[in-house]
């Protein structure tokens, strides 16, 4: 199991955290990676959902928020909300505040760019080290 971290840098993606969730989306949907995209809450999966329709022409990412229809199951990116108990994927996006417990073979942290906010995610990354994790940077 693995878990990376994104460290928000490049002002496209400070101005707009979710275009970097969506780029990591869409690397995810052409490497035939099932994803479960674990939401904030309902306004911020609404935003994701809204994104992922307006990825241009040649990106259409089979999605929809969980729970919204019968289709969870044989939808390629789920976006879940806290009150909506999705399944876990192969890979997941943590856009909440506490670590991902487990049933998953990868998991990406998106590091806000603001430094202030960034105290929870390295606590968040000395638990996947302490679960045994193999654990990733990476600079976006």
């Known amino acids: 199991m693995r878990a990376d971290f994104y460290l928000i840098a490049k002002p496209r993606f400070r101005e707009e955290p979710l275009r ?3 780029e990591l989306v869409r690397k995810a949907y052409a490497a035939d990676l099932w994803t479960l995209v674990l939401a904030r809450d309902g306004a911020q999966a609404e935003a994701l959902d809204d994104l992922l329709w307006d990825m241009g022409e040649d990106a259409y990412i089979p999605h929809q928020i969980a729970g919204t ?3 969870d199951d044989v939808t390629p990116v789920l976006i879940a909300t806290p009150d909506f108990d999705a399944p876990m994927r192969p890979l997941v996006i943590n856009l909440r505040d506490a670590a991902v417990a487990g049933g998953f073979e990868r998991v990406l ?3 806000p760019a603001d430094a202030s906010a960034r105290e929870p ?3 968040r990354w000395k638990q996947y080290k302490a679960a045994g994790l193999e654990v990733n940077k990476y600079d976006m």
């Open 109 to 111: 942290e998106v590091v």
């Open 121 to 123: 995610l390295r606590e």
């Open 20 to 22: 970097l969730v969506c």
């Open 69 to 71: 229809d019968e289709e």
